[in-house]
Each structure stands twice: as C-alpha cells, then as structure tokens.
C-alpha cells in the first residue's frame, strides 16, 4: 500500500484541474502580451483567473500579483517593503518557514534593517505583549511578518487580533498563508492585512504558481524588472496555464472546503487516537492535536521510540510505501533538523521522534489504519 501523508510538502493535483491545464497548454499558447487574437486569448484567460481569485477572497483584481509561489511572494513582500515603503524593522518569529527567515538574513546583511524575532511558548504561540512591545519600541516604519498557518506544527495565528495590533501601532503586515489559503476562507477586504503569499501546490493546484495579495495603494514598485506584466510589479511572460489550474484550484477547495475539513479531521482525530492507545506517552508538538488551534490538515508527533529503533523508523515507513515528513529537532552534532521544533522542544521532547503527517482529501480511513499498524509493528517487532 502506499499512503501519501505528506500534503504540507505538496499535494496531488485535483483531476478536473490536470484537464483544464492541458486544455489551456492546448488551445492557448499566445503570449498574453501580443496583441493578435492569440496574446488576446490567453490574456483574457488570465484576467478572468485573476478576478476569479480575487472574487474567491474578497479582493480587488489589480491586488492579486501572480508569482511562481510561496517563496517568490515572500521574498517580493519583504523585499519591497524595504526597497519602496521605508520600512527599518521587521518583526517576525523564529518558527516562519526559511521562504522568510532566510529573506530576512538576507535583508538584514544587505539592507541593514532591524530584524526583531518575537517570544514563543511552548506550543510556538506567538507572545502577543512582545508583539505590542516590539511595535512600540522606536519609531521606525516597521512590517510585521507572520504566517497564518505553521507548515509543521500546524499552529493557526489570529490575523484579526495580530493584523490590528500592527494598524493601530502603525505598522504594516504581511502574512505568508501559503498554507491557510485553500484550506481556510479569506476576506480580504476586511481583513487587517497589506499582503499576503500564496502558492496553488498547497491545495491541489500546480506547482511554480502562486499569488501575493498587495493591497491598492500599498506603493510597491517592481520586484522583477522587465515587461509590463502585472502591473510592472513583476515581470516575465505569465504561465497561463498554470494560472488558469490555480483558479481552478482554488476555486474546487472552495466548493468542497466544508465537506473536505469535516472529512479531514475525521482522519485526523482517528489518527490521534490510535497513536494515543500504542504510544500512551506520545507528545503532539505545537497546537497539532488541537483542533480550534491548528489546521486540520496536519498533526506533528514526537513518538517515544529508543534512539536505536529511531534510527530506522524514516526508513522502516518509506519501505513501506508511507511518505510523511521528518520533523525532528537537531540531534546532538548534527546541524540538520528542524528550526521550528527546535525552538519550542524541551530537551527530553527532543529525544523523541518527530514526525509530520499531513493529509488531504485524497486520503482515507484504510490508510490511516495502515499507518497505525505500520508503526504498532514497528515498536512492537
Ligand atoms: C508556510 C510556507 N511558506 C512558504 C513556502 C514556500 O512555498 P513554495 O514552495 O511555493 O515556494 C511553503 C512551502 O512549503 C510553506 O509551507
């Protein structure tokens, strides 16, 4: 059997949207920026994607910026910002996926600006008084990035309370929702944002496609210099086809969210209690087991296994057709491991075994089954 719990990393592209792209490869390989019946086309392709996503979030079209994902629609907000908006300091936390952390490394080398990262708990909540302190520390412009959903504790962020925070201390704020969009509803138009990152491999679009949400006004100027596409934000022919599989994407996940969560979470919480009754003292990292506090589409365990047996347990799950994601924090010596549960493990936590299962709709009851009797097995073998 093979079992893809994986769905953070990526997810499987929806049938009906596989379909529509070769259709769009097919029929519509114009330049959009031709002016002849072809470019006009395709253009007219991705404009109506544009304010198809756009009408899905509540936003306006001419603030959705296709982009070639998460980590491009990360690194042009934080650039940009910097570059065109005069903002001195970011505020960030530890647990941000590399797309910000190493873009902010980057940003403070280069650009000398002030990187300040926020306290965490135990779980990786965001303190929210360092957040307010942190705000009202100097008077320099500052944005305050923070993702909605962790890609690998799954800890979801309240961008209401975080977004007013920031606009009644006069700072900007981004949030990298490249694993919330899809899986949650956005309303941009009230929601205390100035951008927002993307990325339609997430919710079973294409890969190399995403969006940022910039909102009107925000004064961004180009991020990739080049043609006049979107807007001379962000230059280079579009990919329509994948911008026409994004929408449609987006738009499917949207359709299906409420019957797909309940649906998720079912598989979730089953998953929960098995490991429960074959690791009576599993530990879950982060908000991962709790469902008003993480996404349901992920739960990060750190099992008790002895350090021996550990070593397999990768390799035991892989040999047996499981993918799931190694999550671990740095073994002693080793410089490889994982940011985020090194940040908030303790050290007896941090000789456990962590691993992240991520599901999707495209899973079932059976597999989860299979897993748990995988690594009953394993322990018990
Ligand atoms: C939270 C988060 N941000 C950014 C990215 C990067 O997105 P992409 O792979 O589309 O560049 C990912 C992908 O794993 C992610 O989970």
């Given at each position: 059997m093979n079992v893809y719990f994986d769905n953070a990393a990526t997810t499987p592209l929806r049938k009906e949207v596989i379909k529509t792209i070769s259709r769009v490869m097919e029929e519509c390989f114009g330049n959009p920026s031709s002016t002849h019946s072809f470019g006009r086309t395709a253009k007219?392709?991705?404009?109506?994607?544009?304010?198809?996503?756009?009408?899905?979030?509540?936003?306006?079209?001419?603030?959705?910026?296709?982009?070639?994902?998460?980590?491009?629609?990360?690194?042009?907000?934080?650039?940009?910002?910097?570059?065109?908006?005069?903002?001195k300091t970011i505020i960030s936390s530890p647990i941000e996926h590399h797309a910000v952390i190493h873009a902010l490394d980057a940003l403070k080398k280069n650009q000398k600006i002030n990187v300040r990262y926020l306290k965490l708990d135990a779980?990786?909540?965001?303190?929210?008084?360092?957040?307010e302190e942190s705000l009202k520390i100097d008077n320099s412009k500052k944005l305050v990035s923070l993702m909605h959903v962790n890609n690998e504790i799954g800890n979801i962020l309240n961008l209401h309370e975080v977004g007013n925070l920031c606009h009644n201390n006069n700072a900007l704020f981004h949030t990298d929702a490249v694993q919330g969009v899809g899986h949650y509803l956005f309303d941009l138009k009230n929601l205390p944002v100035d951008f927002l990152s993307s990325a339609s491999h997430k919710y079973h679009g294409p890969k190399g496609?995403?969006?940022?949400?910039?909102?009107?006004?925000?004064?961004?100027?180009?991020?990739?210099?080049?043609?006049?596409?979107?807007?001379?934000?962000?230059?280079?022919t579009e990919s329509v086809h994948n911008i026409v599989g994004m929408h449609e994407a987006l738009d499917i996940s949207h359709k299906k969210l409420e019957v797909e969560k309940k649906q998720i979470l079912f598989l979730k919480n089953h998953f929960i209690k098995g490991l429960i009754e074959i690791f009576p003292n599993v530990h879950f990292n982060g908000n991962s087991s709790e469902n008003n506090l993480s996404t349901y589409t992920l739960l990060n365990v750190a099992l008790p296994i002895d350090e021996k047996k550990a070593s397999l347990l990768d390799?035991?799950?892989?040999?047996?057709?499981?993918?799931?994601?190694?999550?671990?924090a740095c073994q002693s010596g080793s410089s490889q491991?994982?940011?985020?549960?090194?940040h908030i493990?303790?050290?007896?936590?941090?000789?456990?075994?962590?691993?992240?299962?991520?599901?999707?709709?495209?899973?079932?009851?059976?597999?989860?089954?299979?897993v748990l009797e995988t690594l009953k097995e394993f322990v018990t073998q």
């Open positions: 007219t392709y991705i404009e109506t994607a544009r304010k198809g996503i756009a009408s899905l979030l509540n936003a306006l079209p001419q603030e959705i910026i296709f982009t070639s994902g998460g980590t491009e629609s990360d690194n042009m907000i934080l650039s940009c910002a910097v570059k065109d908006l005069n903002v779980q990786g909540n965001i303190d929210l008084n360092d957040l496609i995403g969006f940022s949400f910039v909102r009107k006004n925000s004064g961004l100027e180009p991020f990739i210099y080049g043609g006049a596409q979107e807007r001379g934000l962000r230059a280079g390799f035991h799950l892989d040999l047996k057709g499981i993918a799931c994601s190694k999550g671990s491991g994982s940011h985020v549960l090194n493990q303790n050290q007896k936590i941090k000789k456990m075994s962590s691993l992240r299962f991520s599901f999707s709709s495209f899973n079932n009851i059976d597999e989860v089954d299979y």
